[in-house]
């Protein structure tokens, strides 16, 4: 069973451009999740997806940041337009349910806003 | 809102000792406790977990027994390898309250001397 996927693996971009993350879950896990880790601190919970609708967003940190995940296959977020602060490491999860929340983690994407 | 501490590294130690990365939490609800593990250049995955106090988790050798009293999911290996060299990171997931996602702590960055 493939694992989940993130592409690009790492991403340099400019103080206000956009930028768009993807990432593809496990086959058959109708539950997606983004995270982010920002140097030096904890990882932290963007948002979920329940197949393609938004479950929780409470994590996102302002509305430069759009999630979507159309047809509840593969999800894409984006910064727009991206500062400085973005910088980190943008892990996506996913899960076949909630509740044994036994979450299976891709390898991130680096972003660098410079 | 909920909140994990755990030890910061990097912690170095030679092969063959003994291992314990403390971890306690805050939570307003009645958690399930994870320990993640991130090798070089991959994604994280799941080490162990618990999902009930005195549970005790173990995997690989590793052990973490959930303390509801002191609050607390130390992780402790009895013998460590070269090959545990990692970052380790404590976890909860709270459905009793709080976000959908995991709440992490900020990672603990072992090192392991041959």
């Known amino acids: 069973e493939a694992g989940v996927t993130q592409f690009p693996s790492h991403s340099v971009i400019e103080k206000g451009q956009t930028v768009t993350l993807r990432c593809d879950p496990i086959?058959?896990?109708?539950?997606l999740y983004w995270y982010r880790r920002v140097m030096g601190k904890e990882i932290k919970f963007l948002l979920h997806?329940?197949?393609?609708?938004?479950?929780?967003e409470s994590g996102m940190p302002n509305n430069r940041f759009l999630a979507e995940r159309t047809g509840g296959t593969y999800s894409t977020l984006k910064v727009q337009p991206a500062e400085l602060e973005d910088s980190g490491v943008y892990f996506c999860?996913?899960?076949?349910?909630?509740?044994?929340?036994?979450?299976?983690f891709g390898p991130g994407t680096r972003l660098t806003v410079t | 809102g909920d909140s994990v501490t755990q030890m910061e590294g990097p912690v170095t130690l030679s092969e063959e000792a003994f291992l314990t990365i403390n971890c306690t939490y805050t939570?307003?609800?009645?958690?399930?406790l994870f320990w993640y593990v991130q090798y070089p250049g991959e994604g994280l995955q799941l080490l162990l977990k618990?999902?009930?106090?005195?549970d005790k988790g173990s995997n690989k050798g590793f052990e973490a027994t959930y303390r509801k009293e002191t609050t607390s999911f130390h992780l402790e290996k009895g013998s460590v390898q070269v090959s545990d060299s990692a970052v380790y990171f404590c976890?909860?997931?709270?459905?009793?309250?709080?976000?959908?996602?995991?709440?992490f702590g900020k990672g603990t960055h072992l090192i392991i001397q041959p």
């Open positions: 086959s058959g896990h109708d539950n």
């Open positions: 999860a996913s899960s076949r349910d909630r509740v044994t929340y036994e979450q299976y």
């Open positions: 976890a909860l997931s709270d459905e009793g309250g709080g976000a959908d996602g995991l709440t």
């Open positions: 939570a307003t609800g009645y958690p399930s």
């Open positions: 997806f329940v197949k393609e609708s938004k479950q929780d």
């Open positions: 618990a999902t009930k106090a005195d």
